[in-house]
């Protein structure tokens, strides 16, 4: 996941995903306290993104059309 | 009774009807065919009495047999039968001996024809388990958060609305994708295969939910079926089926990546709780703020560390003292200063009164007096003739004069 990635268009689970992976690499403790901080900005908007698609989310339901 | 047999006619003796009941279930409960089979006709005069046991006469165009079904037995029926219905029951024959009665003790009894769907189900479960179509090694990993679901039933049944109603309670953040098929007569085994391929090349859907809701072994055959079995096997997403209720096993479940007991169960299965993500969510924010935290802290208690390893090496301490050595200079510079200047002066003064003491004026003091004539000092004899002009200047003021005579002294004067 490319780090300019647009959060916004992110599905739940890429959301989800990417939030698991930047907390992993925070406990590894290796990147340096400005890189720490805006992966923790990232982080948080992570976290804000997927609260977000729970709160607003509504089963979409289609029905397919099935050649003969 | 061949005891009984003699060359002599005796009047024969008489049996109880005991003895000959007896003797009879003996010779019944002798057979092994009569102990172990099935029998199939429909139920007529069904009742059952509080004990609990099961009486009917199982008969068909052309003859009649009793049964009874204890209790212990009932107990393992799916379903009590019901008078008309067409059975196959299996047990025992044998002798009511109190009644003089020939019976079916029976212990199974199932809807007719299901003997030989049993048998094609075995044979279709043989067939494909042989060419590995159950083998682990082929399920695939059902994904955690599936983003589209496929589901394969019946647009009318129970199932869908149960599926429907699991997944928006569980899992709204999904998008779903009915691929309608019958899911019970002669078109529904070629309707779920073509949904199932349908949804793999339109859509390919995360994973495929496959199933209907509960009926009889007729009504769930479409899932015992050959073509159904293969094409779950050729899906590329993963399948969970979910067919009638928890005992019912069909050749699909074996074949699906997961078998769950019912269509509920296959949509709880195939998505996580919308309320434990949350949870799960909360749990990583305040990971992610203990982390930050306490990166904070251990960066903020480090540049205190070197902080006050810089003031150890700091050069503040050698400036003071520097400052101090320089100030000690300065002030014995200037003490020096000081004194040359007074020094100075005091031979400034001295020499002031040594120049004041060869100043002409004070040498009139003493009562000489200075001569000169047209300006110039006259010094010696050369400088004036007689009848001169000279000018004489005594202490306390001057005169003028007249040279009248010259007089050379003997000694040599420079």
Known sequence: MSKSTEITSLSYEQAFEELQALINTLESGEKSLDETLKLYQRGQALYQHCQKL???AEL???TLDIPE | MSE????????????SIIEINTYLRTLLEGD???QDIWVEGEISNLSRPKSGHLYFTLKDSQAAIRCVMWRSQTARLAAIPQDGMAVEVHGSISVYEAAGQYQLYADQIRPAGEGLLYQ??????NKLEAEGLFDPAHKRPIPEMPAVIGVVTSPTGAAIQDILNTLKRRYPLARVVLAPAAV???????????AIHALNQQIQPDVILVGRGGGSIEDLWAFNQEIVARAIFASDAPVISGVGHEIDFTISDFVADLRAPTPTAAAELAVPDQIELAGILLERRETLQRQIKDRLNE???ALGQTASRLQQVSPAAQLAAGRQTLDELFRRGERALQHHIKLQQTRLSGLSQ?????????VLRRGYAAVSSGGRPVTSLKDIQPGNQIHVQVRDGSFDARVTAKEEKNEQIN
């Open chain 1, 60 to 62: 979409k339901i289609e």
């Open chain 2, 184 to 194: 019970q007569g002669d078109a529904a085994p070629g309707e779920i295969a073509s």
């Open chain 2, 4 to 15: 009984q047999l003699s060359l002599f006619p005796e009047p024969k003796r008489s049996y």
């Open chain 1, 54 to 56: 729970l709160e607003e």
């Open chain 2, 299 to 301: 960066q903020r208690w």
């Open chain 2, 120 to 125: 094609e189900f075995n044979r279709l479960k």
């Open chain 2, 354 to 362: 040594q120049l004041d003491s060869l100043s002409p004026q004070n």
């Open chain 2, 32 to 34: 092994s065919l009569l």
